[in-house]
Each structure stands twice: as structure tokens, then as C-alpha cells.
């Protein structure tokens, strides 16, 4: 598994048992945020059944304290295990960029433009460091608390249960099926970016060109078409993934109503209690606020392919083969009565003779 994961985010190996570890916490720190909804369970329990009375009082107290002191303590484990980690992650990545840089072959270079190799280093960094921080662990750890919670549901009550969870195969699924069109538009946007930053690199070093042939509004020009481009690009990519997303939300949003409906037809019916159609009310309202931010993580993690593509392209390219040691051996300059002057006459050099032997100045 942690293989898998540094393969499939370009993580090192420390990175992918830290990602293990934060989608852990994360899920830890999920389940913590339905304490609240068992004491709220309870009190209403309390009051339908007229057992709320003045004894109850420290029973709530410290429950309240309990889960503050819970959700404080998981909150904060969670954070030093995502964002901290992230920090220790990005600088190990982009030592070893620059390192796997200096190794390889120059061939590797001349495939590739200044714009390209300083996107790599610097944005494709950049955006798997908000990735493996917000998008990664919480997506994991969302994915591992809902279905520890769902099973627990399953176990109180399946037919509610399963009004209850329904769509979220089916909201993941409308977002994990568009993922060959977030490619795509995540490849072209991409695309755009290293155009646009390239004219700008072009444009930095040939000003003094432009300026000696009047072209500046010329290339200007053609400059700005690219941003305006890149800019068209960024909003269709966006507007594509946006779709999806959202719909899948709108999805998930169908899952309170059905619970509703199912609820109270067992409440007519007479095989459910009020205080159980309650609690289902509760745990779903709250079951479905981070499966909301885990879609949009999954479309982000997604649109990170052509980035993770890119930095695994420069990981895995072989390293400049040969000896490490330089054994060179009669590599003497000699110069035996050399002489040198300019076009114009002017001599700089006039029987010189002298033999610089190798390793000395």
C-alpha cells in the first residue's frame, strides 16, 4: 500500500506513511464530531421519555466537556499530521527534484524548455502540497469514518440505514466517471499555462530585441492572446469539474429526503419510534458534511494527474551513468612558440612557450 501511494501521489516513503496516518486521524476526527449528536440523542431522549430532571444536569456537563476535550485533542492530531507532515513532505520532494535534476543526463534538457522545468519544480510542487494537505487525507479519512459509520447504521436499522447511504456509490460514481474529462481539461489547462509561461520567459530575455526592432507591441500582442487563452482555459476546466461536483452534491442531498420519506412511512406504519427516526435525522445531516468536501477532493485529486504525470516523469527518468572518479592521465598543455593577434593587427600573443602539466596552476 505505501508503495502504491508514493507511486501514485509521487510521495517519498516517509510522505506515504505520514498520508496513511493523517486519513487515520482524519477519520478519527470525523467520528469525534458525532459525540455532539449522541448527547443531543440523549437529551432529547430525556425529554420525550420525562426523565430530564435536575440529576441529569451533570451527566450533560460533562458529556459537553468530554466532547470539546475529544474533538480539541483529535483536531489537533489531525492537524500536526496532515499539514505539519505535509511541510516535511514538500521539502524532501523538492530536495530530491532538484537532486534527480542534477543526475540525469543533459539529453533530458534539451527535451524540454526553461517554462516546463520551472512549472515542474515550483507549481507541480506547490499543488501536490494542497493536494497530499487538503484533498488526500480528508478525502481517505471521510471514505473510512462514513463507512465505519454506515455499517453501524446497517446494524441499528437497515432499512433506514439504507435510505440513509444510498447515493454515496452513486455520487462518487457520477464524480469518478467524469475523471477521464478532468484529465483532459486539466492536460490543455496544463498546456495554456506552460504557453503563457513561456512567453513571458521569451519575452523577459528578448526585450532588449524588441526594443532595437520596434516589435514590443507586436509581441505584446500575441502575449496577451496567450493569457487571455490561458485564462479561457482555467474557466472551462473549472466549469467542467464544477458540473460534476456539484451535481453529485445535489445527489447527496437526495439522501435526507428519502431518509425523511422511508422514516416516516415506518413511523405510520408503527415499526419505527420517533426517538430512532430522530437520531437518523441527526446522524445523516451530519454523516453527509464531509462527503461533501470529499467530492470536491476527489475532483481536485483528480485534476492533479497531469501535475503527479509530470513529477513521476522526472523521478523515474534513468541517472547519468559512468565512474564518479576522474582518472585522467597525460592532459598536459603545451604551447611550443604560439602566437595570436586580432583582424586588426593588434598583437595579444608573440612566441609563447610554456607547458602547463595536469593538476597544477
Same mark, same amino acid.
Given at each position: 500500500?505505501?508503495?502504491?501511494?508514493?507511486?501514485?501521489?509521487?510521495?517519498?516513503?516517509?510522505g506515504?506513511?505520514?498520508?496513511?496516518?493523517?486519513?487515520?486521524?482524519?477519520?478519527?476526527?470525523?467520528?469525534?464530531? %458525532?459525540?455532539?449528536?449522541?448527547?443531543?440523542?440523549?437529551?432529547?431522549s430525556?425529554?420525550?421519555?420525562?426523565?430530564?430532571?435536575?440529576?441529569?444536569?451533570?451527566?450533560?456537563?460533562? &458529556?459537553?466537556?468530554?466532547?470539546?476535550?475529544?474533538?480539541?485533542?483529535?483536531t489537533?492530531?489531525?492537524?500536526?499530521?496532515?499539514?505539519?507532515?505535509?511541510?516535511?513532505?514538500?521539502?524532501?520532494?523538492?530536495?530530491?527534484?532538484?537532486?534527480?535534476?542534477?543526475?540525469i543526463?543533459?539529453?533530458?534538457?534539451?527535451?524540454?524548455?526553461?517554462?516546463?522545468? /520551472?512549472?515542474?519544480?515550483?507549481?507541480?510542487?506547490?499543488?501536490?502540497?494542497?493536494?497530499?494537505?487538503?484533498?488526500?487525507?480528508?478525502?481517505?479519512?471521510?471514505?473510512?469514518?462514513?463507512?465505519?459509520?454506515?455499517?453501524?447504521l446497517?446494524?441499528?436499522?437497515w432499512?433506514?440505514?439504507?435510505?440513509?447511504?444510498?447515493?454515496?456509490?452513486?455520487?462518487?460514481?457520477?464524480?469518478?466517471?467524469?475523471?477521464?474529462?478532468?484529465?483532459?481539461?486539466?492536460?490543455?489547462? %496544463?498546456?495554456?499555462?506552460?504557453? #503563457?509561461?513561456?512567453?513571458?520567459?521569451e #519575452? %523577459?530575455e528578448?526585450?532588449?530585441?524588441?526594443?532595437?526592432?520596434?516589435?514590443?507591441?507586436r509581441?505584446?500582442?500575441g502575449?496577451?492572446?496567450?493569457?487571455?487563452?490561458?485564462?479561457?482555459?482555467?474557466?472551462?476546466?473549472?466549469?467542467?469539474t464544477?458540473?460534476?461536483?456539484?451535481?453529485?452534491?445535489?445527489?447527496l442531498?437526495? &439522501?435526507?429526503? /428519502?431518509?425523511?420519506?422511508? &422514516?416516516?412511512?415506518?413511523?405510520v406504519?408503527?415499526?419505527?419510534?420517533?426517538?430512532?427516526?430522530?437520531?437518523?435525522?441527526?446522524?445523516?445531516?451530519?454523516?453527509?458534511?464531509?462527503?461533501?468536501?470529499?467530492?470536491?477532493?476527489?475532483?481536485?485529486?483528480?485534476?492533479?494527474?497531469?501535475?503527479?504525470?509530470?513529477?513521476?516523469?522526472?523521478?523515474?527518468?534513468?541517472v547519468?551513468?559512468?565512474?564518479?572518479?576522474?582518472?585522467?592521465?597525460?592532459?598536459?598543455?603545451?604551447?611550443?612558440?604560439?602566437?595570436?593577434?586580432?583582424? &586588426?593587427?593588434?598583437?595579444?600573443?608573440r612566441?609563447?612557450?610554456?607547458?602547463?602539466?595536469?593538476?597544477?596552476?
Open positions: 500500500m505505501v508503495e502504491k501511494l508514493q507511486r501514485r501521489f509521487a510521495l517519498s516513503r516517509k506515504a506513511v505520514d498520508t496513511i496516518k493523517g486519513s487515520l486521524l482524519c477519520a478519527l476526527q470525523n467520528i469525534s464530531f %458525532m459525540l455532539p449528536v449522541y448527547m443531543l440523542y440523549c437529551l432529547v430525556d425529554m420525550l421519555g420525562g426523565a430530564l430532571t435536575a440529576s441529569r444536569i451533570p451527566f450533560y456537563a460533562v &458529556g459537553t466537556v468530554i466532547c470539546a476535550a475529544v474533538i480539541l485533542v483529535c489537533y492530531l489531525q492537524y500536526n499530521s496532515t499539514f505539519l507532515a505535509t511541510y516535511i513532505e514538500t521539502g524532501v520532494r523538492r530536495i530530491s527534484l532538484a537532486e534527480k535534476l542534477r543526475r543526463p543533459l539529453s533530458f534538457f534539451g527535451k524540454k524548455d526553461l517554462a516546463d522545468l /520551472t512549472s515542474a519544480i515550483m507549481n507541480d510542487c506547490a499543488v501536490l502540497e494542497t493536494s497530499q494537505s487538503h484533498h488526500i487525507c480528508p478525502l481517505i479519512g471521510a471514505i473510512i469514518s462514513t463507512t465505519l459509520i454506515a455499517f453501524s446497517f446494524i441499528f436499522n432499512r433506514m440505514a439504507l435510505a440513509s447511504v444510498w447515493v454515496l456509490p452513486l455520487a462518487f460514481c457520477i464524480v469518478g466517471l467524469a475523471a477521464g474529462v478532468q484529465k483532459k481539461l486539466s492536460a490543455k489547462s %496544463m498546456a495554456a499555462r506552460l504557453s #503563457c509561461e513561456d512567453g513571458i520567459q #519575452c %523577459m528578448s526585450m532588449p530585441d524588441l526594443r532595437a526592432n520596434n516589435a514590443e507591441k509581441y505584446l500582442a502575449l496577451n492572446k496567450k493569457l487571455r487563452a490561458f485564462e479561457s482555459r482555467l474557466t472551462k476546466s473549472e466549469l467542467g464544477a458540473v460534476f461536483v456539484v451535481t453529485a452534491s445535489l445527489v442531498r437526495l &439522501g435526507i429526503a /428519502t431518509t425523511a420519506l422511508v &422514516g416516516s412511512y415506518l413511523l406504519a408503527g415499526e419505527l419510534d420517533i426517538i430512532t427516526f430522530f437520531m437518523f435525522l441527526l446522524v445523516v445531516s451530519r454523516l453527509y458534511d464531509p462527503l461533501e468536501g470529499s467530492l470536491q477532493n476527489l475532483a481536485a485529486i483528480i485534476s492533479t494527474s497531469t501535475n503527479i504525470k509530470r513529477m513521476n516523469e522526472i523521478l523515474d527518468h534513468p547519468q551513468e559512468g565512474e564518479d572518479k576522474l582518472t585522467n592521465d597525460g592532459c598536459d598543455i603545451v604551447f611550443d612558440h604560439v602566437g595570436f593577434a586580432y583582424d &586588426g593587427g593588434e598583437t595579444v600573443l612566441d609563447v612557450s610554456f607547458t602547463a602539466k595536469q593538476g597544477e596552476v
